[in-house]
């Protein structure tokens, strides 16, 4: 069926389809997001922006021409303490390494339960690495599992918050990818106002660390 001919009810914060064709989102819809930044940009990489024993928030961008553009700021609540199954992994993760990858590299599947499908204030920061003038952004908030295949245990691992830049992810992109969990969690609550607000506060982070995204 062409695009044209599905009936897609979710449209961007700029009220317009999204750009994407149907066979596109179809081989979108089962990849990491850096898989999807990496097959949409042709090129991925991962920058920790900043971090401690609780929190991070990480640069997921492309690069072009010697220049990285950000494609999604992840913030990441980590859930303590940290199950010993995963500490060798997750030591990995401080380090600098890709979530996603790593866990699936070290032989544990990945469980993603929705929080929240919508929108948030764009921070002046965030906006800057994106170089795009949208003042709103489609968020995914999640909380991350982990199963750990050799022991059929389950871990909760941490709580994700992805920021997408208007340039390569909309909430429409998100309600295409996601249809069912969009319809079932875009409104707000509780757990999600928790998560904007620390997005939207990140203006006020940068300025009490001193440090430029």
Known sequence: MDAQERDYPFFSSEGLPDRYSDSLIDELTPMLNSQRILRLFGTYGIEVLYQNDKFRISNLYSSDEDKNTMRTCAFVNFCNPVAPSLLDTHRSIVAGSSMGATLAKNGFKIIKTPIFFGESNLPTEIKTQMNVESASCAVHVYKMSVLNQNESVVNDYCIISEVHSPSYITCNTLARIYPEEYIRHNQMN?????????IENIDVLVK??????
């Open 190 to 198: 509780e757990q999600a106002k928790e998560q904007l607000e620390n």
């Open 208 to 213: 009490n660390i001193g440090y430029t995204l």
